[in-house]
Structures are given as structure tokens and as C-alpha cells.
């Protein structure tokens, strides 16, 4: 089945710096889909990017479906970013399956 | 409102017992999963039910029976629990926008379940 890596796998800043972090896919993917755990533990939607780029505010995501990597930035970090960043696609193969990665930790110190 | 309430958000229980843990969505969609995430923060999907029919059923012990009365719920039961099972259950939700592969999925909160 497809393989999905993130990195890193942690990521430590000052409030107010900047990070991209990384998604790395095995396989040709018809869906991307980008989370935000916070430390309460709730998964957040930030992104559903099967390919292009996107903005959000402080946030943007971009998807090389091509190359088979998708790429989060975060700008102006705050601590309130803290939490475990996830990458999740489904291959082209399986309609519904959603595969996680393993997850980048984010930790923004004050 | 919340979009997808699970019931209860914690759950301590003895090894053996058997318990239930709720789902609704009030998205009107049409297509819902159980999560399991572990201790190490992986997450990895059990099952998922698409207008109350079973279209993914992974690699889970039977112990664990999903059921959708309806499809805007999903409940996940649990006979004889164990130690292992003690984990985060998310439930999610998606709408079929006749490309499946294009849905987008919705989680609650999470049951932080315990096994003593």
C-alpha cells in the first residue's frame, strides 16, 4: 500500500519564525488532506490539496503531485501552532482509505 | 453545533467488559469511519460505512462491530476489551461528491478509551 512520510518528525521554534514542514508519498494520490492536532487532541482540517498551492492566513500548503511530495508552511509561528502536523492522502487505487503519516510534533516557544 | 460529536470523550473501563462509543454527524454526509490512534500518535482506520452499507473493514480483531443505524450515525462496540485496545477512537465524515477519492473528511474529537 502507499507510503506516506513526514518530516520532520519534530520541530521546535521561537514565536515568530518560520517552517515548512514536509510530505513525502509513495504513490500517485487522488486526495491530500493536511491536520492540525492540538495539544486538546482535536484534528483540525487546514488543507485538502490533491495538487496546486493554497493560502490560509499565516498558513500555506503546496502539492508537487507529480514529484509526490506536499510541502506545509507555516509563517510567524505562534504558540497556539503547537501540535502534531499531518499529512493524510488516498492512493488512486482505494476510493475512502485515508492513509496518515506519522506526524511532524510542533512545539513554539514564547 | 459541532459537526461530529462522539460520546463519551473518555472512558475508563476493566479489561473484559464490553463497551460502546457513539458517533453523529449533522453534515448530511453520506459516508462515515472509525480511527484508531495509538500511543505513539499513529493514526490508522478501522472501518468505514457509506449510506449504512460496511466499504472498508481492516485488519481489526472481531471484537470490534461497527453499526449504523443511520448514516448520520456510526457506533463502534467492543466485546471483551483488552489492554491493547486502550487508545484514541476518532470517528470522521465525508461527502460522496460522486469522485470518492475527492472526499474530504471531518473528525471529532476523539474517546480517549482506558483499559485497566
Known amino acids: 500500500g502507499i507510503q506516506v512520510e513526514q518530516s520532520p518528525p519534530d520541530l521546535i521554534l521561537q514565536e515568530g519564525a518560520n517552517s515548512t514542514l514536509r510530505c513525502n508519498f509513495s504513490d500517485s494520490v487522488n486526495n491530500l488532506q493536511w491536520f492540525h492536532q492540538n495539544p486538546w487532541g482535536q484534528l483540525i482540517n487546514l488543507f485538502y490539496i490533491p495538487s496546486g498551492t493554497k493560502q490560509n492566513g499565516r498558513l500555506s500548503a503546496t502539492t508537487v503531485a507529480t514529484e509526490r511530495y506536499s510541502l506545509l508552511y507555516i509563517s510567524s509561528s505562534q504558540t497556539t501552532d503547537s501540535g502534531v502536523y499531518f499529512c493524510a492522502v488516498i492512493g488512486e487505487d482505494s476510493s475512502y482509505k485515508l492513509i496518515f503519516g506519522s506526524g511532524t510534533r510542533l512545539l513554539v516557544r514564547p | 453545533d459541532t459537526a461530529v460529536s462522539q460520546t463519551p470523550k473518555y472512558l475508563v473501563t476493566q479489561m473484559g467488559n464490553d463497551k460502546s462509543i457513539k458517533c453523529e454527524q449533522n453534515?448530511?454526509?453520506?459516508?462515515m469511519y472509525w480511527y484508531k490512534q495509538d500511543s505513539k500518535k499513529f493514526l490508522k482506520i478501522m472501518f468505514s460505512y457509506n449510506n449504512k452499507e460496511l466499504i472498508i473493514n481492516e485488519t481489526v480483531p472481531n471484537r470490534f462491530s461497527p453499526k449504523s443505524p443511520d448514516k448520520a450515525h456510526l457506533n463502534l462496540h467492543i466485546n471483551s476489551l483488552e489492554l491493547g485496545d486502550s487508545a484514541v477512537y476518532f470517528c470522521?465524515?465525508?461527502?460522496?461528491?460522486?469522485?470518492?477519492?475527492?472526499?474530504?473528511?471531518?473528525f471529532g474529537a476523539g474517546t480517549r478509551l482506558s483499559v485497566l
Open positions: 453534515l448530511g454526509h453520506d459516508t
Open positions: 470522521a465524515s465525508s461527502q460522496d461528491r460522486g469522485q470518492a477519492a475527492k472526499n474530504i473528511q471531518y
